[in-house]
């Protein structure tokens, strides 16, 4: 533990003097003298070198700024500016060349959105098809743009809006937490410990929005398109499912205006629930594996596994990288690229990185 101060929990308190000195530049040399006379009498040496100054000390090569993560607001308006790009482009492509598309005409412009907003959602109904070759290429270009768009862009901000929900959610939880003693409902939803939804909150939500997308689907298509129950609801599966067998389509005005703000949206909210199931199995798996990497005793062949100095003992820095191994959480590439980081800096190979190694 001697070698590694990065792991030390005890502080230097015989520094403290020097630091206030540091900080207040007009205490008197004769202050000093008193300072380190209470200290049990240790004074500097006249021919040690100057202490260094850490504000003083410069880079020597301008430092890489850290990545920043995308401001939300800023996706959120990438998002709607390109989307209205490519259902503007889409409609105007479209709009003059609507003869050489097949299928139930109700409204150009609405026809025009509704083949957009299928075809970016990769569901294909089939009931608006293209004819010639010309609009056939551009089928290609758009579904392949459109598909990228939508996996990309859409799911992002699809992201933005649950994490803002629940951020609003957490919040609200923690101020009445404040108000309130004991046990509460939030305790059922939050994890104090992790800061955020529980897992089992998360899927279940995650299902509610399956189920209201497609019962606000099938709702809406018995009573606008003039289907029985079951095609209504066999309609609204296939569309939140981006199936799209194409016996069944959107092909009344009113119809095709809710499908162009429905479809937009239930896919997208439906895909992302699938996703918090995913991410629910893994997560279940993870904490199965951290628990039982943290219970288990350590035997012979850890301890040799773990000595990475070979020195017949573990230190602390050891272990945690063995654990960390262990639970999956770092790998042998990124242990060996931080190790060969490390001799870069230690140019003089003594195992530590000094104030002039900087």
């Known amino acids: 533990m001697e070698n590694e101060p990065f792991l030390a929990t005890q502080t230097r308190p015989h520094l403290q003097p020097i630091l206030e000195v540091e900080e207040d530049p007009d205490v008197s040399s004769t202050h000093m003298n008193k300072s380190n006379s209470g200290l049990g009498g240790l004074h500097r040496c006249r021919t040690a070198p100057a202490m260094a100054v850490m504000r003083d000390l410069k880079p020597k090569t301008p430092q890489i700024p850290k990545p920043q993560s995308d401001d939300a607001n800023f996706i959120v308006r990438q998002a709607i500016f390109l989307l209205f790009i490519y259902l503007s482009l889409g409609v105007l492509i479209y709009s003059f060349n609507k003869d050489n598309f097949s299928g139930v005409e109700t409204h150009p412009v609405v026809d025009a959105l509704y083949f957009c907003i299928v075809t970016m959602c990769t569901i294909g109904f089939g009931d608006i ?88 689907g099938t709702l809406v298509l018995y009573f606008v398109e003039d289907l029985d129950w079951i095609d209504s609801f066999y309609l609204s599966v296939m569309s939140v499912t981006t199936v799209g067998y194409g016996d069944r389509a959107f092909k009344t ?106």
């Open 129 to 216: 098809t293209p004819l010639t070759p010309a609009t056939k290429v551009f089928a290609c270009v758009f579904v392949l743009v459109g598909f990228a768009f939508f996996h990309i862009l859409l799911s992002g901000v699809v992201n933005y809006v649950l994490d803002l929900q629940e951020n609003m959610i957490l919040t609200g939880i923690k101020m009445n937490s404040k108000r309130q003693q004991g046990f509460s409902a939030g305790d059922c939803i939050v994890d104090v410990e992790k800061g955020r939804m529980r897992i089992r909150l998360k899927v279940g939500l995650a299902l509610g929005v399956v189920v209201l997308s497609i019962g606000i």
């Open 253 to 358: 005005l009113p119809g095709r205006l809710f499908a162009v703000v429905w479809l937009l949206f239930s896919t997208l909210m439906v895909a992302r629930a699938f996703l918090y199931l995913v991410e629910a199995r893994i997560d279940k798996r993870h904490r199965s594996i951290a628990k039982w990497v943290l219970s288990r005793d350590i035997t012979v062949q850890d301890l040799l596994a773990a000595d990475i100095n070979n020195n017949g003992f573990i230190s602390k820095s050891e272990y945690v990288i063995f654990k960390l191994k262990e639970m999956g959480k770092i790998g042998e590439k990124d242990i060996l690229l931080i190790c060969d980081h490390f001799s870069k800096l230690d140019r003089n190979n003594s195992g530590k990185i000094t104030l002039p190694d900087l």
